[in-house]
């Protein structure tokens, strides 16, 4: 496909699935996405703050540093598809997603580094990418003030059989005070709320719901703005700091339907939510738009929670609340966390 035809794609061009449950039933079954598998242990046992020891922050991401509890977090984020598409947005949409995974961590971003590897320096066009990335990188570590000694970016020279693509990965490291900042992404209680942050877009491009289940490989990027992320970590910082939220979690691989079950299953917990009736349900639920903070709200500190962010003119919208294990999406019942959806993936 060419670059023109890449630009012209629109989700008019996918049908809009009848039965969400075939959709999941397809998409849990993917490796790097599944909530359950034996490489991503997401529904092992999840973390309390007020409770954590030195191995449960480690399994985390989180380490301490010192004997006065300072810690500091690290994550790690790579990409090699939307390269391709456009480096220089690539790169920062990178960024950003690390970002905000720190920060709904409770952590502070700090530093970041890159490396680049299966470079091959005698093409033209791996070296316009290498040069539209590290634009992209400076860009974004200038907009979240993140240390980064782009003089040292690393590469890798692979000649080997067959076309790999040029891959990018970054490691972010944050800081935290102690161990008592740390939130934790699983959402904690049957009746909160669950509220979503940020604007939906009636989009698919480049999420795992096209590539995986229309089978469309070739589209572009999703909708990003790196200054609407800076705007939307700042805002949320705020709301940890003020202890408006629960719990915190970025929208990001498998949209927001794999962003909630993730954060459901290590209590066991369910969800019950209303999609956006003026997007399409499949675009709602599993496209992968940029910018995006699911969070668990108590019920009393929710109208709080909605001004803070009115105030600041941040998009927010009630998805609904928080179950006993039962998954619902606009009154149709997808089954139980332990013996629906997930349940029988795993018989």
Same mark, same amino acid.
């Given at each position: 496909?060419?670059?023109?035809?890449?630009?012209?794609?629109?989700?008019?061009?996918?049908?809009?699935? &009848?039965?969400?449950?075939?959709?999941?039933?397809?998409?849990?079954? @993917?490796?790097?996405?599944?909530?359950?598998?034996?490489?991503? $242990?997401?529904?092992?046992?999840?973390?309390?703050?007020?409770?954590? +020891?030195?191995? &449960?922050?480690?399994?985390?991401?989180?380490?301490?540093?010192?004997?006065?509890?300072?810690?500091?977090?690290?994550?790690? #984020?790579?990409?090699?598809?939307?390269?391709?598409?456009?480096?220089?947005?690539?790169?920062?949409?990178?960024?950003?997603?690390?970002?905000?995974?720190?920060?709904?961590?409770?952590?502070?971003?700090?530093?970041?580094?890159?490396?680049?590897?299966?470079?091959?320096?005698?093409?033209?066009?791996?070296?316009?990418?290498?040069?539209?990335?590290?634009?992209?990188?400076?860009?974004?570590?200038?907009?979240?003030?993140?240390?980064?000694?782009?003089?040292?970016?690393? #590469?890798?020279?692979?000649?080997?059989? +067959?076309? @790999?693509?040029?891959?990018?990965?970054?490691?972010?490291?944050?800081?935290?005070?102690?161990?008592?900042?740390?939130?934790?992404?699983?959402?904690?209680?049957?009746?909160?709320?669950?509220?979503?942050?940020?604007?939906? #877009?009636?989009?698919?491009?480049?999420?795992? #719901?096209?590539?995986?289940?229309?089978?469309?490989?070739?589209?572009?990027?999703?909708?990003?703005?790196?200054?609407?992320?800076?705007?939307?970590?700042?805002?949320?910082?705020?709301?940890?700091?003020?202890?408006?939220?629960?719990?915190?979690?970025?929208?990001?691989?498998?949209?927001?339907?794999?962003?909630?079950?993730? &954060?459901?299953?290590?209590? $066991?917990?369910?969800?019950?939510?209303?999609?956006?009736?003026?997007?399409?349900? *499949?675009?709602?639920?599993?496209?992968?738009?940029?910018?995006?903070?699911?969070?668990?709200?108590?019920? *009393?500190?929710?109208?709080?929670?909605? &001004?803070?962010?009115?105030?600041?003119?941040?998009?927010?919208?009630?998805?609904?609340?928080?179950?006993? +294990?039962?998954?619902?999406?606009?009154?149709?019942?997808?089954?139980?966390?332990?013996?629906?959806?997930?349940?029988?993936?795993?018989?």
């Amino acid at each position: 496909m060419s670059e023109t035809e890449t630009k012209i794609f629109t989700i008019d061009q996918v049908p809009e699935p &009848d039965n969400l449950r075939n959709v999941v039933y397809s998409m849990i079954a @993917i490796p790097h996405l599944s909530p359950v598998n034996i490489f991503n $242990e997401f529904a092992s046992a999840a973390i309390d703050s007020k409770q954590v +020891g030195k191995d &449960d922050l480690i399994g985390a991401g989180i380490f301490q540093v010192d004997e006065d509890g300072k810690c500091f977090s690290q994550t790690i #984020y790579a990409d090699y598809k939307r390269l391709a598409v456009d480096p220089f947005v690539a790169a920062q949409i990178l960024v950003a997603k690390a970002v905000r995974r720190l920060v709904c961590c409770g952590a502070e971003p700090i530093a970041m580094s890159a490396y680049i590897n299966n470079v091959d320096f005698a093409s033209p066009i791996a070296e316009e990418m290498v040069m539209a990335t590290r634009l992209g990188l400076n860009a974004a570590a200038t907009v979240f003030n993140l240390q980064f000694p782009s003089w040292k970016i690393f #590469y890798d020279n692979v000649n080997l059989v +067959g076309a @790999i693509p040029p891959t990018l990965i970054i490691s972010l490291v944050g800081k935290l005070k102690n161990q008592n900042e740390v939130l934790t992404p699983s959402i904690k209680k049957k009746g909160h709320n669950l509220l979503l942050i940020g604007r939906s #877009y009636n989009n698919i491009d480049a999420s795992e #719901y096209l590539d995986h289940f229309h089978e469309i490989k070739n589209s572009p990027l999703m909708p990003f703005n790196l200054a609407f992320e800076k705007k939307l970590m700042a805002a949320l910082k705020e709301l940890i700091k003020n202890k408006l939220v629960v719990s915190a979690s970025p929208v990001g691989i498998g949209g927001l339907f794999f962003t909630l079950l993730r &954060d459901a299953l290590p209590h $066991e917990l369910g969800f019950d939510i209303t999609t956006d009736a003026e997007i399409r349900s *499949d675009a709602f639920l599993f496209g992968e738009g940029m910018g995006r903070i699911v969070v668990s709200v108590e019920e *009393d500190k929710e109208n709080e929670f909605v &001004d803070f962010l009115f105030d600041h003119n941040i998009p927010v919208m009630t998805l609904g609340h928080v179950t006993k +294990g039962e998954i619902r999406i606009d009154d149709q019942s997808l089954g139980f966390v332990d013996k629906g959806i997930v349940g029988e993936y795993l018989d």
